[in-house]
């Protein structure tokens, strides 16, 4: 099993930042993938970035290209959102996913709301 828990959101101004941050515990395995999701009031969940956790390629939603960053620390356990250019169609849940390519485990969201 493994644990995970987001943090760092908030309300923030059109064209702002913010960085989130997604502690993991439990049993990590080395080629699991570290992701971030989203999902928006009356929308379906979107993928917003990845990142392997050996070797640190990383993967991005075409949405956010450009604008936001993904890394980890792998030995804090640690994985990182760093969000800027912030737009109001980024407000969301975002959620912290990690696992194999299903991602088997979730965090339970942190909410973002950039206001216009």
């Known amino acids: 099993q493994v644990q995970l828990v987001e943090s760092g959101g908030g309300l923030v101004h059109a064209g702002g930042s913010l960085r989130l941050s997604c502690a993991a515990s439990g049993r990590i395995d080395n080629r699991y993938m570290m992701g971030w999701f989203r999902r928006a009031p009356g929308k379906e969940r979107e993928f917003v970035a990845a990142?392997?956790?050996?070797?640190?390629?990383?993967y991005y939603g075409d949405s956010v290209k450009g604008r936001f960053s993904i890394s980890r620390d792998n030995a804090k356990n640690m994985v990182y959102l760093q969000m800027n250019s912030l737009k109001p169609e980024d407000t969301a849940v975002y959620y912290c996913?990690?696992?194999?390519?299903?991602?088997?485990?979730w965090g339970q969201g942190t909410q973002v709301t950039v206001s216009s």
């Open positions: 990142i392997r956790r050996s070797g640190g390629s990383t």
């Open positions: 996913a990690s696992g194999g390519a299903s991602y088997d485990y």
